[in-house]
């Protein structure tokens, strides 16, 4: 049974939300944070470990430089301050996907901390999220429940563990307790998991990939009354691991804690599960402060030293951040709002860059990848990109365009063959014998020949009326199957008929 | 006896070098021996016959053939050599004294594993230690206890009983042991053996089962301190997998074990390492000592370490709280033990629960409960924060001491071996035996036990134990190799030959 909310409006009637994010990040590095064997996803179970990450009696971890370096880059994009030497710890708890019943984690020394990220809404306006924190840790194994029917543990006949995730190298990103986003706290959740995910992919260090888990969000909120300072309690949604669902989440938990607090009650501090089926969260497992993990500082590692000039040189090589790259390119390009913000959402922004590199203006540029390819895509189900158009293609394609020996219509058909594999843009048309028919010759004797077929629509021209035009033109298209400059051809039947247009 | 048992790894070194002798008749003469005595003292928990054999004659036959090959060849080659069960060993049982792990092979070499088959020393098995490294009598160990060769009614000392009584009757020339907070020396004191804790850091810990990761140490136990410097310039150095080791070239040790000298070094007598509770005749055998060494040159001064006081409370609480983490990979899940609880669900909470229930010792669940309620919420601070306080204090205690003196001086134990179940019911009593040797492991430095000679009151062992400052290893077998040709030459040979004769053989004399 799912729990009683209030609307979305009258819970912003009555309450102000506080949010809070943990968003963790898996990194791409080759091995794992404190083992040699490979950070791979997808392989069989239980094939990329040693006896490190399986904890063997007598191992011993060795920190990961390429995930440390990582780590330090994340916190720079996040305008983290950078710790010179910080330690990991233990947090000690018995579950078996922990091999050595407790996790190796940064604790009270993260890497990275006091950053702050602007966050941008569609319409423009800005919230600046505060991050408190960023700190390397160690991802646990994956469990999978057999013989029950939901697959949870619960009902469970026995379970099954994968160690091949164990010891993925785990960047955790906790912002401060965000206030004031008010009616558009769902969307800004959205938007700053959004942007974690988009800096993490630019910086490289992450597939980034929220359906693989590679970046997993668990969404804390609670409500006070209006107007209040003091924060009420929270509840913790955990792996809310798509961006819709993160909205939707952040949604659902305002109103269920509205309609508790409105009907006198008292939010329970506890972690919950979200249902993206129901849109409905359910409750976990009570969550309090004084949840006892032992945390003691790992004795097996030495501090992790980040010096000043490591730190500088990887500031240095730190690409343009994704918010000021789309700035500058937006202004550059000329777009407007809507255009640009298109352009974003289908995810096109290098590919129109790299057009633009190779020749196109950028109107051309937005007119091919957003009028052709993005919807090729969206039928083929992949991303623009990986349809195999590249920037060289679309120039080609377009010059021919602009030079006339295409239509548009000729062309959609040459982009098609392009991607079909059977060329450059010149070889599908002269393969698919696609020629404009620009011999005035050839096209008078068809217009002749339509204008005799529908001889009450010349009548209709000749009288003014020179929207009627275009069922002329029409026919002259259909004799020439197309391959007729339509420009061309209604400067020509209005010649003929002595009109002017 | 057989004089291929009674020689040290140097002699024997040297006559396989010269082809007096080969390395399989070395071996099969210290497999012999095992089969004479060890039912009695019962340091082995596993002899390992056919590859110790294997790897003798893989060496004799590298020696026949000349050339580079034998050119290569480690000097310690050929030499076997007895591993402490704590250290993982590909084709040998690993337990760690527990039930817990009874029957499990290791997939992986410790790093001082492979050195040891890189250099070719036959491994003749491995020695039995109190759970987990978890006592300082080897009565914990779940396979039972081990016995002094000097009485087989009394402990040889704990965790590395095993280690050192292997050592003390002549079934091993050499092993490896690990220290804690006096597991090596501590032993070597009661069984008249030498044992060295290195600096810590100084070899490589990666396949040593972790007891408690900041104070554990690898080290060699050996009837002379050659042998030990040896061993230890074998085992030591740099490792890419022990992120604490140290990138530190410890190869002086040989030459300064070689070299032994006294002359003009400063020895700190540490005042708060003796008195109350220390036995008189380990402390008449100490102050023995400190007459030869001023006779030999060196000038014998007091040093105070106030916070020694705390040392063993500090100890107590950091040790238990690494258990307490360390030992929780063992819950029957992955490896090892597994019990199903006798009724109700099976859930993994309960089966991880009966498997430690019954996998774990007293010794051991004592260990981990004091640890777990250490480190909790609302303790942390008031346990494990001031217990690392107090190390800091004593790492100043040394640092004080160390500015005016090059080595530091001490009885190893405060008492020579006790009774079997003499205190096996009275922890804390227990705990007392490693009151001198604990501040080693707080502090990270370096601590050799050489045999001081017998106690007057009870004709047993006594051990004399060199502090000296971290990274300075070489101090102690400098020194410790000086005192030791003092000692002997006193003695009219090595302590050992003191010892009663055992096996067969077993007639209650002295030989």
């Known amino acids: 049974m799912s729990d009683p909310t209030l609307s979305f409006d009258e819970a912003m009637e009555q309450f102000d939300p506080v949010l809070g994010f943990e968003v963790h990040v898996e990194l791409n590095t080759k091995t794992k944070m404190f083992s040699s064997a490979p950070n791979a996803f997808g392989d069989d179970p239980n094939t990329n470990v040693n006896e490190v990450d399986l904890g063997l009696p007598g191992v011993l971890p060795v920190v990961n430089k390429a995930a440390v370096e990582s780590s330090i880059k994340i916190g720079l994009a996040l305008n983290c301050e950078i710790a010179e030497s910080c330690r990991f710890a233990r947090k000690n708890y018995f579950y078996p996907d922990t091999p050595k019943n407790f996790q190796t984690s940064q604790y009270d020394e993260p890497i990275a901390h006091d950053g702050w990220i602007d966050i941008e809404l569609e319409d423009g306006e800005v919230f600046r999220v505060e991050i408190e924190r960023a700190h390397m840790e160690e991802d646990a194994g994956k469990l999978t429940h057999m013989g029950g029917a939901t697959g949870r543990i619960q009902g469970a006949e026995y379970s099954l563990v994968d160690y091949n995730r164990a010891g993925v190298p785990l960047v955790e990103i906790v912002t401060k307790p965000i206030v004031g986003a008010g009616r558009r706290a769902p969307e800004l959740a959205r938007a700053y998991v959004s942007a974690i995910r988009e800096i993490v992919k630019n910086l490289g260090v992450s597939d980034a990939r929220m359906e693989r888990g590679n970046v997993r969000c668990d969404a804390n909120v609670s409500l006070m009354p209006k107007g209040a300072t003091k924060f009420g309690i929270r509840s913790e949604t955990k792996n809310v691991n798509s961006l819709r669902s993160v909205e939707h989440a952040v949604r659902h938990e305002i109103q269920r804690h509205a309609a508790v607090l409105a009907g006198g009650g008292t939010v329970t501090q506890e972690t919950r599960h979200w249902h993206e089926d129901t849109r409905t969260t359910t409750a976990g497992r009570p969550k309090s402060d004084a949840d006892d993990y032992r945390y003691f500082p790992e004795p097996d590692l030495v501090p992790v030293v980040a010096t000043r000039e490591w730190v500088e040189s990887i500031r240095a090589q730190l690409p343009e951040p994704p918010a000021e790259r789309r700035k500058r390119l937006k202004a550059a390009w000329g777009y407007s709002d809507p255009e640009f913000r298109d352009v974003v959402n289908a995810g096109v922004v290098d590919a129109i860059e790299e057009t633009i590199s190779a020749g196109a203006t950028p109107a051309a540029a937005r007119k091919w990848w957003m009028g052709e390819i993005v919807g090729r895509a969206k039928v083929a189900d992949v991303e623009p990109a990986e349809l195999g158009v590249t920037p060289e293609a679309i120039v080609e394609l377009n010059g021919l365009v602009e030079g006339g020996k295409l239509n548009n219509k000729m062309a959609a058909q040459v982009l098609d063959g392009v991607i079909a594999g059977e060329g450059t843009p010149t070889q599908v048309m002269e393969a698919r014998g696609l020629v404009l028919v620009s011999d005035d010759g050839a096209l008078l004797e068809a217009i002749d020949s339509a204008l005799a077929a529908q001889p009450e629509v010349a009548e209709k021209i000749r009288g003014g009326k020179v929207q009627a035009v275009g069922a002329i033109v029409g026919g002259v298209m259909k004799a020439t199957r197309g391959q007729a400059d339509a420009g061309r051809v209604r400067e020509l039947i209005l010649e003929k008929l002595g009109v002017n247009a | ?511």
Not at chain 2, 104 to 121: C, E, F, G, N
Request: net charge negative; with cysteine; aromatic share 6%.
């Open chain 2, 1 to 511: 006896m057989n004089e291929l048992i009674t020689s040290t790894a140097n002699e024997l070194a040297e006559k396989l070098s010269a082809k007096e002798v080969s390395s399989e008749e070395v071996t099969q003469a210290h497999l012999d021996r095992i089969s004479e005595v060890d039912e009695q003292v019962h340091a082995f928990l596993h002899v390992n016959t056919e590859e110790a054999l294997a790897v003798a004659r893989e060496v004799d036959s590298i020696r026949a053939a000349g050339g580079d090959d034998a050119a290569a060849l480690h000097p310690l080659a050929g030499v076997p050599i007895a591993i402490k069960d704590l250290i993982v060993t590909v084709g040998q049982p690993t337990t760690a004294g527990s039930r817990m792990l009874e029957g499990w092979m290791s997939p992986y070499d410790a790093t001082v594993i492979k050195k040891i088959r890189a250099a070719k020393l036959p491994m003749l098995g491995k020695t039995n230690l109190d759970e987990f490294a978890m006592g300082s009598s080897t009565e914990h160990s779940a396979f039972g206890p081990t016995r002094n060769p000097w009485d087989l009614e009394r402990i040889p000392g704990g965790s590395g009983g095993g280690s050192a009584a292997a050592v003390a009757a002549f079934e091993a020339p050499l092993a490896l042991g690990t220290d804690t907070g006096g597991s090596i020396r501590q032993p070597g004191a009661v069984t008249g053996t030498v044992g060295v804790k290195p600096t810590y850091g100084a070899v490589s810990r990666y396949g040593a089962i972790a007891m408690a990761s900041s104070l554990d140490q690898i080290g060699p136990v050996s009837r002379s301190v050659l042998d030990a410097a040896l061993l230890q310039e074998l085992v030591g150095g740099h490792d890419p997998f022990d992120s604490t080791s140290l990138t530190d070239s410890f190869d002086t040790l040989v030459s300064a074990a070689r070299n032994g000298s006294v002359e003009g070094l400063r020895i700190g007598v540490v005042k708060e390492l003796g008195g109350e509770g220390f036995q008189p005749g380990v402390e008449a055998r100490f102050r023995d000592a400190l007459e030869m060494l001023r006779g030999a040159g060196a000038e014998v001064v007091e040093v105070s370490c106030p916070n020694f006081r705390y040392a063993l409370g500090a100890y107590y609480l950091i040790m238990p709280s690494e258990v307490s983490s360390n030992l929780a990979k063992f819950d029957g899940v992955r490896y090892g033990l597994r019990v199903l609880p006798k009724e109700g669900p099976l859930t993994i909470e309960r089966v991880m629960g009966a498997t430690r229930a019954a996998g774990f010792g007293e010794e051991a669940k004592r260990r981990i409960i004091l640890g777990t309620y250490a480190l909790s919420a609302g303790y942390y601070d008031a346990y494990y924060g001031s217990a690392q306080k107090v190390r800091t204090l004593i790492q100043r205690d040394f640092d004080a001491a160390f500015a005016k003196a090059d080595v530091l001086i001490s009885p190893t134990a405060p008492t020579t071996a006790f009774r079997l179940g003499e205190k096996l019911d009275d922890p804390l009593a227990m705990y007392l035996n490693d009151v001198a040797t604990i501040p080693a492991n707080l502090a990270g430095v370096p601590g050799l036990s050489l045999p001081g000679g017998l106690a007057d009151e009870d004709g047993l062992p006594v051990g004399i134990q060199l502090l000296a400052p971290a990274r300075e290893d070489a101090r102690l077998y400098k020194v410790g190799a000086a005192l030791e040709s003092l000692l002997e030459a006193q003695w009219g040979g090595p302590l050992l030959s003191k010892a009663p004769v055992l096996g067969a053989a077993k007639t209650g004399e002295v030989n």
